[in-house]
């Protein structure tokens, strides 16, 4: 195969693992954070001062499977088509950290001045989310992807 035509479906896979990533971090948050492991979630709903949750279990949880693809991906067999996988999934963990951890949760002070409308309703809908402290009634399971719904929604209203 060209070098040229290897490069551009590798960043198709990137891409499109990166957007099937934000489907699979919908669904975890949906039906196991707020499923069987609400018992860890739910430290990421109460206000504390404490640095770390028990919800950041799920970070070390989920960073095992994209690890483990890496190693084979480059030491056990050599396939660039897992290696693209590998980095989608490792790109859309950064985003999300960048977004949930640091931008929305300050957990490293850092609030970015040039906030497109997007980014804004992105912010928005996961304080939405954060409304309620509870397992049930939660809306706004995505992260990265925030419908238009949110954009004129009231916060205070929940
Ligand atoms: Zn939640
Ligand atoms: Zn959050």
């Known amino acids: ?27 975890a948050h949906k039906y196991i954070m707020h499923g069987f492991l609400w018992s860890w979630h739910r430290s ?10 028990r919800n950041d279990l799920f970070a070390l949880v989920f960073s095992i499977p994209c690890i483990s693809l890496f190693y084979y991906s480059t030491l056990v067999v050599y396939n660039p088509y897992l290696i693209a996988v590998s980095i ?5 963990g950064l985003f999300y950290m960048v977004f949930h951890d640091i931008i929305v949760h300050q957990r490293v ?3 970015p001045r040039n906030r497109s409308k997007y ?12 409304k309620k402290h509870t397992k049930e009634d939660c809306e706004a399971f995505g992260f990265l992807y925030a419908p238009k719904k949110f954009e004129n929604r009231d916060i205070k209203q929940g």
């Open 44 to 53: 990421h709903h109460k206000h504390h001062n404490h640095t770390l949750e």
């Open 109 to 111: 002070k850092w609030w």
């Open 119 to 130: 980014l804004n309703r992105m912010i928005k809908a996961h304080h939405i989310h954060h």
């Open 88 to 92: 989608g999934i490792l790109c859309y």
């Open 1 to 27: 195969m060209p070098q040229a035509l290897l490069i551009i479906i590798c960043a198709a896979i990137v891409i499109g693992v990166f957007l099937f990533m934000e489907g699979v971090a919908w669904f």
